[in-house]
């Protein structure tokens, strides 16, 4: 079936009239309607998602532009949404495991006195990261930018009563502004250079007319909006904070949508990035950097969530760099694996902070493969898919990324014995958080009696475990559906390409070897009632990140501090208010000082008059004429 | 030697001066009208002399509206006079202080 | 020549009077000496061609003008006289620096010619009839307003002289007699 563009605006219309609508009365709803409605919405929006994107599935349909409206009239800019292979992938994703999220959250938000309105935000969310994906151009993709900003602040800051909560709201949204300025200087220069912020204007033109100057400049800039959404270093500090808001809120934001659109805005604006090698190079480098980095602080973290959370933003570096690399298909493809697995990551974290009562410290956990049979399988696979283990799809989506750095040669195979080093991490950090979890001797505190998720949770944790499981078959090298997916996404630009078969497998084997050297090195040091100390001022030091959080604390906010006093005493009161107030005393002086002149004596007026008589007659002298 | 508009114009000024100071160092208010009188007739001396001078008839047609106004001002001026003395039963200004900032 | 005489008698005669208005300490001197000048001032306005002006400063300030003066010294006390000394501290020197001071810019400023003009040797005698014609030609407007100032000047009088507070009623006529 054709894509009708009342089926493209459908997405983005129904979750966002279903926001409106569970804000209006959501409060007014029993409990599981306002959770049932939210998902009815997402969920539609999948259906409808599918249909509309059959069609690429065959190799045929075309790329469909929804125009909305004209928006901003004087700059020639209007709003509309596109319809192509790269935004229906990023649509299918949103709604789909947003679904999921949806449903789970059925289950995990019970008995919360919001239960309605966490829906209506959620619901908001998912519109305004439609609109994201699926803009026509740089005007309406910011918009949907800014919104899911907004949407992620609200969502982390839910439980607003704690003061945690609501800081680290404020903070996702501070840091988000700061990438966010670089990109709007990024759009101001396209705006300069074309005269539109359409898409297919920009980009069709950028080969032509843009020098390799002013599309590094601009590739610079996006890069910094992209590093502030996708946290990357050094943006990245929000999103380790953003864990106090509800797991699933970190399941659906933080892991598998709105830390993405970064990615997604790099290849959709991959021909701006095709002129600008150097560009793409600093891409990469950023985002290997900025994997090698978190997997490190991971290894260290005690707190479920947070290692999560460090994952997420080490596997984005992952994708930044196969996409730095020119490996679009690759870095989409790695998108959506991880989706599927650190979605279910995190709502199986969530199924278990559940069960153990809002425990979240690891080593208060252990031996709850008993307790939790579902979650733990489920984990498990979640577990090997994002170690890299065959044939599950992570292994295919990150050997595909590093195949294709290792293919371009020269520096770029430093960044690929750098993946490697960060996969075999990742794979040891990954290992011991279930071991600690999962496995061993039970440390959970007395009274807490860990049960089973419900099945509404779980049945989420199913389907993605499935997905996780099998998703490696969209995109293998003998059959790369997800490539020929996307071709006309990525028309006319350059894309890496994979090595020889022969080469492939050799790197396939060592990929698979790392990750299975990083589970054996964690069993070895977390399993059989063996757990390692993990203290000093070396593991301090790493698990409180560097202490890059303090740094910032101290410059920015401190320095930010010490100007609004500066500005708000020194220059309002005393130089602003004291002006003001000067005018008056001066005015009082002035008069208090001429009183004496009246003395009431009218012979000393005759006098004065007489003194400026002479005066006047003195001045008209000496000009020697009137 | 002839008599120049000069001299009469040396000479109003000198009645000026000596009116003004009788208006600047005399307490009692009737001589201090006075004096401005004297200082109201060198103006008009100048007028006409300056009349002649110029070989015009606007001088002594100032002449004549200073005396109108001059007669007028004494009118008034003298009646505040008296009625002030009738309060303060004093003629010198100086008890006068009461605008005193 | 005549001017000459006439001017050095009249002068010494004016500055004489002016003197004696200033300085003398009975008030009624004061007045006597005002009369000397102002009559030496009627004699400068005929020397200088200006004939009805005389004849009406005689009239009218000598006339009229002192002899409201003279009424009015008579009631406000003619035998009190002043205390001399000064009770302003700084009057005494300082009009008298000012008034030098102006003395001399003013008699400095008479040689300039942007100050007198150029002299303009025309006849310029202030009769009757030139006067009138120029005065209620030129001057109508001006002429009138002086009318009503009269008028004004004499209700003023009226009002002030029987303004007052628990004295016996009537007020004293202020007379006045205007220009013609």
Not at chain 3, 57 to 81: C, K
Request: charged residues 15%; glycine residues 12%; proline residues 3%.
């Amino acid at each position: 079936m054709e894509a009708s563009e009342v089926m493209v605006s459908l997405l983005i219309l129904l979750p966002l009239g279903g926001s409106a609508l569970l804000l209006a009365v959501g409060r007014r709803l029993p409990e599981p309607w306002a959770g049932l409605l939210g998902t009815l919405t997402v969920g539609a929006g999948f259906v409808l998602a599918a249909i509309a994107g059959w069609d690429f599935l065959t190799g045929g349909g075309h790329a469909t532009p929804v125009p909305w409206f004209d928006w901003l009239a004087p700059l020639g800019v209007s709003a509309g949404l596109l319809w192509d292979p790269l935004s229906a992938l990023m649509a299918l994703v949103v709604t789909g495991v947003g679904s999921l999220i949806h449903l789970y959250s059925i289950g995990y938000m019970k008995g919360d006195p919001r239960f309605g309105r966490f829906f209506a935000y959620m619901n908001l969310f998912v519109a305004s990261m439609l609109i994201l994906v699926l803009a026509d151009g740089f005007a309406l993709l910011f918009v949907g930018w800014e919104l899911v900003g907004l949407c992620s602040y609200l969502l982390i800051s839910f439980w607003f009563e704690k003061p945690a909560a609501a800081a680290a709201g404020k903070k996702a949204f501070v840091v988000n502004r700061v990438g966010d300025a670089g990109f709007l200087v990024a759009l101001m220069l396209v705006f300069a250079a074309f005269g539109s912020l359409n898409y297919e204007e920009v980009l069709g033109r950028a080969s032509g007319e843009l020098s390799t100057g002013l599309a590094t400049a601009i590739t610079l800039l996006l890069l910094m909006g992209a590093a502030g959404k996708s946290a990357q270093f050094p943006l990245y500090v929000w999103l380790p904070d953003a864990m106090e808001g509800p797991t699933p809120v970190s399941a659906l934001i933080h892991a598998a949508t709105m830390v993405t659109a970064g990615v997604f805005m790099v290849a959709r604006t991959g021909a701006l990035f095709d002129l600008a090698p150097a560009s793409a190079a600093v891409v990469a480098g950023v985002g290997i950097a900025t994997a090698l980095y978190a997997a490190t602080i991971a290894v260290a973290q005690h707190d479920i969530k947070r290692v999560l959370a460090y994952s997420t933003i080490s596997q984005l570096g992952y994708m930044f760099a196969g996409v730095g690399a020119g490996a679009y298909v690759a870095g989409m493809f790695h998108l959506t694996t991880h989706a599927f697995f650190k979605a279910l990551l995190f709502l199986g974290a969530g199924a278990v902070i559940h069960a153990l009562a809002g425990e979240q410290d690891l080593r208060r956990m252990g031996g709850l493969w008993r307790k939790l049979p579902i979650t733990a399988a489920t984990m498990v696979v979640a577990w090997l898919a994002i170690s890299g283990i065959p044939p599950l799809s992570g292994f295919w989506s990150k050997d595909e990324i590093l195949a294709t750095i290792f293919a371009r040669g020269g520096a770029w195979r430093v960044i690929w014995v750098l993946g490697l080093v960060t996969a075999l991490l990742t794979a040891f950090y990954m290992s011991r958080m279930i071991y600690l979890a999962f496995f061993g001797e039970k440390r959970w505190a007395e009274g807490v009696h860990p049960h089973e998720a419900p099945r509404v949770m779980t049945f989420s944790l199913a389907v993605l475990a499935v997905l996780s499981l099998g998703a490696g078959v969209v995109n293998t090298p003998w059959r790369p559906g997800l490539e020929h997916f996307l071709e006309p996404s990525f028309e006319g630009m350059e894309m890496a390409h994979l090595p020889s078969a022969g080469t492939q497998w050799v790197l396939a084997a060592i990929s698979a070897g790392v990750a299975l050297l990083g589970i054996l090195l964690a069993a070895a040091a977390y399993l059989r009632g063996r757990r390692p100390a993990e203290e000093g001022a070396a593991w301090d030091l790493v698990r409180r990140g560097y202490r890059v959080d303090e740094g910032y604390a101290r410059v920015f906010a401190a320095g930010g501090g010490a100007m609004a006093r500066f500005a708000a005493d020194t220059v309002d009161q005393k130089g602003v208010d004291g002006l003001v107030n000067g005018v008056g005393v001066l005015v009082r002086t002035v008069g208090e000082r001429l009183r004496p002149l009246q003395t009431g004596f009218v012979r000393q007026y005759g006098l004065g008059i007489v003194a400026g008589a002479v005066a006047l007659l003195a001045w008209f002298l000496s000009r020697g004429g009137f | 030697m002839t008599v120049t508009a000069g001299w009469y114009l040396a000479l109003a000024a000198v009645i000026f001066v000596i009116g003004a100071g009788g208006m600047l160092l005399r307490r009692n208010a009737l001589v201090m009208f006075m004096s401005v009188e004297l200082m109201l007739n060198a103006a008009n001396l100048s007028f006409v002399a300056a009349g002649r001078q110029l070989g015009l008839l606007d001088g002594q047609a100032a002449v004549f509206f200073v005396m109108v106004v001059a007669a007028a001002e004494v009118v008034v001026g003298l009646a505040i006079i008296v009625a002030v003395f009738r309060r303060r039963a004093t003629a010198s200004v100086d008890e006068l202080s009461g605008l005193k900032g | 020549m005549v001017e000459l005489v006439l001017f050095v008698i009249f002068a010494l005669a004016a500055l004489l009077g002016a003197v004696t208005t200033v300085w003398a300490r009975n008030p009624v001197y004061s007045a006597l000496g005002l009369m000397l000048t102002l009559f030496s001032v009627a004699v400068f306005y005929v020397s200088n061609g200006a004939h009805f002006v005389a004849a009406v400063q005689v009239i009218v300030y000598a006339g009229a003008v002192m002899t409201l003066f003279l009424f009015v010294i008579m009631l406000v006390g003619v035998d009190r006289s002043e205390d001399r000394r000064e009770n302003l501290p700084v009057q005494r020197p300082l009009a008298l620096a000012l008034l030098a001071l102006f003395g001399a810019g003013v008699l400095v400023a008479g040689r300039f010619v942007w100050v007198t003009g150029e002299e303009f040797p025309g006849a310029a005698i202030g009769t009757v009839e030139r006067l009138g014609s120029d005065l209620f030609r030129r001057w109508v407007l001006p002429f009138e307003l002086t009318a009503l100032l009269l008028i004004i000047a004499a209700a003023g009088a009226i009002a002030l002289g029987m303004f007052r507070r628990g004295e016996e009623g009537g007020g004293e006529d202020e007379d006045e007699e205007g220009a013609a």
